[in-house]
């Protein structure tokens, strides 16, 4: 049966080369969402280099959402060549069915997964066929990157005093689970930091301001705000302003995301640092869908996760000006391409990297 399902997926790959392809993100927010934004702004890019037709689908923060957005798309007369999405915890499941009932090869994004979804769900390729992999960042290394940030900048505060930590979460998805280990007892960090409480604020903001004022009147010490969102640092930082209870010494606060304003806030000092780069994950993706649907080998490689990058005072100056440019439709995103780029080493797809090939672009325009 295996064998079969192979062939059929070999002879269909082989007979579009030619054609252009056809691909459904799906975003699990709304079209406001300034992080969402970024990743659909990247993904295009990409698509428009690499002759790929994009269609972006936004459904609500909710798992019933995303899957009436999968269940839209797979019932579409004219379906596309392949899906990106990220799944919700809680009936991802019941997703994945869908996608593999419809025989349209998808990839998702993160670790959207709880655990006893993942013990059933199993890996890429082996219970789901049309499951061909996933992009996925390091969460547990990017929350540790987060506390050395912050912990490195409380050293230069408070030399030789351990830093009293108050955790922001979101949820209990094995995002947020991830980024919280370096909070965890067993975290090597524990040695230095005390980590009064991790707060779950169920990713939202509202709930980050009705709770805050109880948060800091009950760890009034804290010496610096671990959040798993920007959007909550930056929730923070305005309701350390406008709050009842002032404080009376600085507060370190990071957070994920690199979200323009936050990036702001890092260049004035009010804020520490951000954690971020995940932004590219769908056109990572995408990248990975030309190689799989254009290339001379039908095996789609899984790539080893990818590496969160950090934005502190001491690169702020270096990221702030490029992240604010959103150039991202100026960049050839071909070079990122094995099908496309046949000069040696293909390069990762990174913000390091775009940054770098954007400096080159622009002394070639000069």
Same mark, same amino acid.
């Given at each position: 049966?295996? *064998? #079969?399902?192979?062939?059929?997926?070999?002879?269909?790959?082989?007979?579009?080369?030619?054609?252009?392809?056809?691909?459904?993100?799906?975003?699990?927010?709304?079209?406001?969402?300034?992080?969402?934004?970024?990743?659909?702004?990247?993904?295009?890019?990409?698509?428009?280099?690499?002759?790929?037709?994009?269609?972006?689908?936004?459904?609500?923060?909710?798992?019933?959402? !995303?899957?009436?957005?999968?269940?839209?798309? !797979?019932? @579409?007369?004219?379906?596309?060549?392949?899906?990106?999405?990220?799944?919700? /915890?809680?009936?991802?499941?019941?997703? *994945?069915?869908?996608?593999?009932?419809? #025989?349209?090869?998808?990839?998702?994004? %993160?670790?959207?997964?709880?655990?006893?979804?993942?013990?059933?769900?199993?890996?890429?390729?082996?219970?789901?066929?049309?499951?061909?992999?996933?992009?996925?960042?390091?969460?547990?290394?990017?929350?540790?990157?987060?506390?050395?940030?912050?912990?490195?900048?409380?050293?230069?505060?408070?030399?030789?005093? $351990? +830093?009293?930590?108050?955790?922001?979460?979101?949820?209990?998805?094995?995002?947020?689970?991830?980024?919280?280990?370096? *909070? @965890?007892?067993?975290?090597?960090?524990?040695?230095?930091?005390?980590?009064?409480?991790?707060?779950?604020?169920?990713?939202?903001?509202?709930?980050?301001?009705?709770?805050?004022?109880?948060? @800091? &009147?009950?760890?009034?010490? !804290?010496?610096?705000?671990?959040?798993?969102?920007?959007?909550?640092?930056?929730?923070?930082?305005?309701?350390? =302003?406008?709050?009842?209870?002032?404080?009376?010494?600085?507060?370190?606060?990071?957070?994920?995301?690199?979200?323009?304003?936050?990036?702001?806030?890092?260049?004035?000092? %009010?804020? !520490?640092?951000?954690?971020?780069?995940?932004?590219?994950?769908?056109? $990572?993706?995408?990248?990975?869908?030309? %190689?799989?649907? $254009?290339?001379?080998?039908?095996?789609?490689?899984?790539?080893? +996760?990818? &590496?969160?990058?950090?934005?502190?005072?001491?690169?702020?100056? *270096?990221?702030?000006?490029?992240?604010? /440019?959103?150039?991202?439709?100026?960049?050839?995103?071909?070079?990122?391409? #094995?099908?496309?780029?046949? @000069?040696?080493?293909?390069?990762?797809?990174?913000?390091?990297?775009?940054?770098?090939?954007?400096? &080159?672009? =622009?002394?070639?325009?000069?």
């Amino acid at each position: 049966m295996k *064998l #079969k399902w192979l062939l059929a997926l070999t002879l269909l790959h082989f007979s579009c080369l030619g054609a252009s392809l056809k691909v459904s993100l799906v975003i699990p927010d709304d079209a406001d969402s300034s992080f969402w934004a970024m990743v659909v702004a990247t993904s295009q890019s990409v698509a428009d280099d690499l002759d790929v037709q994009l269609d972006v689908h936004y459904s609500d923060t909710n798992r019933f959402a !995303t899957r009436s957005a999968i269940e839209a798309i !797979t019932q @579409q007369q004219y379906k596309p060549d392949y899906i990106i999405y990220r799944p919700l /915890q809680g009936n991802a499941i019941e997703v *994945l069915d869908i996608i593999e009932s419809s #025989k349209i090869p998808f990839i998702t994004l %993160e670790q959207g997964f709880n655990d006893a979804e993942l013990a059933q769900i199993g890996q890429p390729q082996q219970k789901y066929q049309y499951w061909l992999g996933t992009v996925i960042y390091d969460d547990v290394a990017a929350g540790d990157l987060l506390s050395q940030a912050l912990l490195k900048q409380h050293h230069l505060n408070k030399p030789n005093k $351990k +830093m009293s930590i108050t955790g922001i979460g979101g949820g209990f998805d094995r995002v947020s689970v991830a980024r919280q280990l370096s *909070l @965890q007892p067993s975290s090597k960090r524990n040695k230095e930091i005390i980590v009064n409480q991790i707060f779950p604020m169920s990713w939202s903001v509202e709930n980050v301001k009705q709770q805050f004022p109880q948060v @800091q &009147k009950r760890y009034p010490e !804290t010496d610096a705000y671990w959040c798993v969102a920007d959007i909550f640092a930056l929730t923070i930082i305005e309701q350390l =302003k406008l709050g009842a209870v002032a404080a009376n010494k600085p507060i370190l606060i990071g957070g994920f995301d690199w979200l323009p304003a936050a990036i702001d806030k890092i260049k004035s000092g %009010e804020m !520490t640092a951000s954690v971020g780069g995940h932004f590219l994950m769908a056109a $990572k993706a995408l990248l990975d869908i030309v %190689e799989y649907h $254009k290339g001379t080998d039908t095996r789609f490689e899984q790539k080893p +996760m990818a &590496k969160f990058e950090l934005i502190d005072q001491s690169n702020v100056e *270096l990221y702030q000006p490029f992240i604010k /440019q959103l150039p991202w439709p100026e960049i050839d995103y071909r070079q990122f391409s #094995k099908v496309y780029n046949k @000069q040696g080493q293909t390069p990762e797809l990174s913000v390091a990297n775009l940054q770098t090939a954007y400096a &080159k672009l =622009k002394i070639t325009q000069k």
